[in-house]
């Protein structure tokens, strides 16, 4: 690369006058004939321009072809990034710190230790999977995606040998860049890193280049995603949001504690998502806020270079917050300081609760929290609940009863329990809920995720259209609540009984294969484990979906997915003649069959209580247009059925330093 500023000798800056240094010797890539101004977000000094291209879709149909590198190579290769991205972690902070008020501390301490481990974690995967069809992968990184979210996109990209495209904010994009610079520097050539700020998916999804998958890091359904073309596409779109999570404190957690972990969830920037709404048991709710103020008042606010801040100044508009505050319905709003035209922690007491705010989430600019009280167990939950992100909560108790309960009730994913807060790890899943996105991000799953090829979707919640249609889910919503709650060996064993004789009259001539296949999925991958790493004890096990939707497929693929949803624990759907038969010798609602019509259809597609719908394997797929009408659309393997039927939580608990080991460092 012309004016590489990284030597294959030493791969490393290790003083923040090096930032300039690489400032002046880095080479930006002239890709069109407009130019924007990174600014430092500290002094507000030019830091240097980069090209925008005019057009994208010219430049995506010139990417370079994948890497030529073998199997033993791609992983140590992944090792060596891993390295390379430790030794460089100074200048990723200092970049972090100018372009986007990140703290020095926080990229150093926290983000660059899991990238770390994230491309070690997948150096193996090349060496485990063999995979011949090597495409394209697109990621799409706002200037608001979290660095860490790298480790869900690029690891796993680079293991695959997928040629990738990174399309980067301008405010974000120094940081890639950097680590498409020591990727080269290393031997990974297969990276190609655009400058832009309009996020049009429409470049992507009508190219002439093959893609595998466009993984957004940014809310899919904002209104500039609208332009995606009409025609059908094979390329799938995944996305993670970073909508802010809720946190729930109950009158026996340590006040201490929570105050200081509440500050350090609610502003900091480096973790997949903030807690913007905090809920506190009204027994406890004076204090905590007495607390909460004395906390505030003592804290440090400065620039993102300043070792001693503890708060790191926000970049944004403050008109956000005035707005904020003036069409919020709060009972009482606290800042330190008395001055509404300078940055500081505001909190807003009170209020009425939408969407599980207080005010519009649209317009938080990441200073503000909201705090609400609650008198019971169902409450918290119900409020917590009603955010439309699925991703993940903060639980504050030291009642594990209580905790076990809120855990299984909570609407989400990813629950981190008292001091957790941020807490992941390389190996382990996060299934967005809801609003929060769609697809598999880290682990096996992320992996194979950029890899499957389209099957099935999962259609957004929208209006009803047939009132039959809409009795018959309500009976299969209120018969998977019982459903869940046996055992899966009791479910296993009812179905086999029941599944025998109906094979055999189907299938009297290979009704065997189906067994076999039907006892596999049984005895399938499981995503649940439970592990003690880095002081933390993690849970992850398989919940269902809810209310699972089957249209009128190949007999092979709707007995899968249908035994499969029911053995997780959902409810089922369908038009297949499977469901006419099997349904009535079930408990009731857990197996509905409704009819085989495009009105059926459409309603079932627009219920907001339909989790997943398995379409036709060779049926005509939804046009991209869907795609911006959908929160969850997905595409899955016939081998993916299982996870697709059910979502990983991860339940983060903290088990102390003395679990950890440091071999004498």
Same mark, same amino acid.
Request: net charge negative; hydrophobic share 40%.
């Given at each position: ?372 009280? +609650?008198?019971?167990?169902? @409450?918290?939950? #119900?409020?917590? *609940?009603? %955010?439309?992100?699925?991703? /993940? &909560? ?62 099935? +979707?999962?259609?957004?919640? @929208?209006?009803? #259209?047939?009132? *039959?249609? %809409?009795?018959?889910?309500? /009976? &299969? ?80 693929? /709707? ?107």
């Amino acid at each position: 690369m012309k004016g590489d500023s990284i030597s294959p000798k030493s791969n490393s800056y290790r003083c923040e006058d090096h930032f300039n240094e690489w400032l002046k010797t880095t080479f930006f890539p002239t890709l069109g004939p407009n130019s924007i101004d990174v600014n430092d977000v500290i002094n507000k000094q030019k830091l240097c321009s980069v090209s925008i291209p005019e057009n994208i879709d010219q430049l995506v149909d010139s990417i370079l072809e994948p890497d030529d590198l073998d199997r033993q190579k791609r992983s140590m290769l992944l090792e060596k990034l891993a390295t390379s991205v430790e030794q460089n972690s100074e200048l990723l902070a200092q970049i972090e710190a100018a372009t986007r008020g990140i703290l020095l501390r926080d990229t150093k301490q926290k983000v660059v230790p899991i990238l770390k481990e994230y491309f070690i974690y997948y150096s193996t995967f090349p060496l485990q999977y063999s995979i011949d069809d090597k495409k394209t992968v697109v990621g799409v990184f706002s200037n608001e995606t979290p660095l860490i979210n790298v480790g869900l996109f690029i690891a796993p990209a680079l293991a695959s040998g997928c040629r990738i495209i990174v399309q980067a904010g301008t405010k974000i994009f120094l940081a890639l860049h950097l680590i498409k610079e020591l990727a080269a520097s290393i031997g990974f050539h297969s990276i190609t890193v655009i400058p832009s700020d309009d996020n049009h998916l429409s470049t992507y999804i009508g190219s002439s280049v093959e893609l595998s998958v466009v993984v957004l890091f940014d809310d899919l359904l904002d209104k500039k995603y609208s332009t995606v073309p009409d025609e059908k596409t094979n390329t799938r779109i995944v996305y993670l949001t970073n909508y802010r999570i809720p946190a729930i404190i109950f009158d026996d957690a340590d006040l201490h504690a929570a105050t200081e972990g509440i500050i350090s969830a609610a502003w900091s920037k480096w973790a997949h998502s903030s807690v913007g709404t905090v809920f506190v048991q009204e027994s406890i709710l004076d204090q905590f806020l007495d607390m909460l103020k004395k906390k505030l008042s003592h804290l440090k606010v400065g620039p993102s270079n300043e070792k001693l801040a503890d708060i790191s100044q926000c970049i944004s508009d403050l008109s956000c917050l005035k707005k904020t505050l003036e069409s919020s319905l709060c009972m009482e709003k606290f800042q330190v300081l008395k001055n509404d035209d300078i940055w500081q922690p505001t909190l807003i007491l009170g209020g009425k609760v939408d969407d599980g705010q207080a005010f519009s989430s649209t317009e938080d600019d990441g200073q503000v929290l909201t705090v609400l009280s +609650f008198r019971s167990i169902e @409450e918290a939950i #119900s409020m917590a *609940n009603s %955010s439309k992100q699925g991703l /993940a &909560a903060s639980v504050w108790s030291e009642n594990l009863c209580l905790i076990n309960e809120v855990v299984r009730k909570l609407k989400v994913t990813n629950i981190w329990i008292n001091g957790t807060y941020g807490t992941t790890a390389a190996n382990v899943t996060f299934t967005p809920l809801k609003g929060s996105g769609v697809g598999n991000f880290g682990g096996v799953e992320g992996f194979f995720e950029l890899l499957s090829p389209y099957d099935a +979707f999962i259609p957004k919640a @929208e209006n009803d #259209s047939d009132k *039959n249609i %809409s009795s018959a889910i309500g /009976a &299969a919503k209120k018969g998977q609540e019982c459903w869940g709650k046996i055992s899966k060996i009791k479910k296993k064993l009812l179905l086999l009984a029941k599944l025998k004789d109906l094979l055999n009259k189907h299938f009297s001539s290979n009704a065997e294969d189906y067994y076999s296949i039907i006892y596999r999925y049984f005895n399938g991958r499981d995503s649940s484990f439970a592990t003690t790493q880095s002081g933390f004890d993690l849970v992850s096990y398989q919940e269902p979906r809810g209310v699972v939707a089957v249209g009128n497929i190949q007999d092979k693929h /709707a007995i899968y997915v249908t035994v499969r949803a029911l053995y997780e624990g959902n409810a089922v759907i369908s038009q297949h003649w499977i469901a006419k038969e099997l349904g009535p010798l079930l408990p009731d609602g857990v197996l509905k069959y409704i009819p085989d019509t495009a009105e059926a259809t459409r309603a079932v597609e627009s219920h907001n209580d339909v989790q997943v719908f398995f379409g036709s394997w060779n049926a005509e797929m939804l046009p991209p247009s869907h795609v911006t009408d959908s929160s969850n659309i997905q595409s899955i393997l016939e081998e993916e059925f299982y996870n697709k039927v059910s979502v990983v939580k991860n339940v983060w608990c903290d088990v102390g330093k003395s679990s950890l080991c440091n071999f004498g460092e």
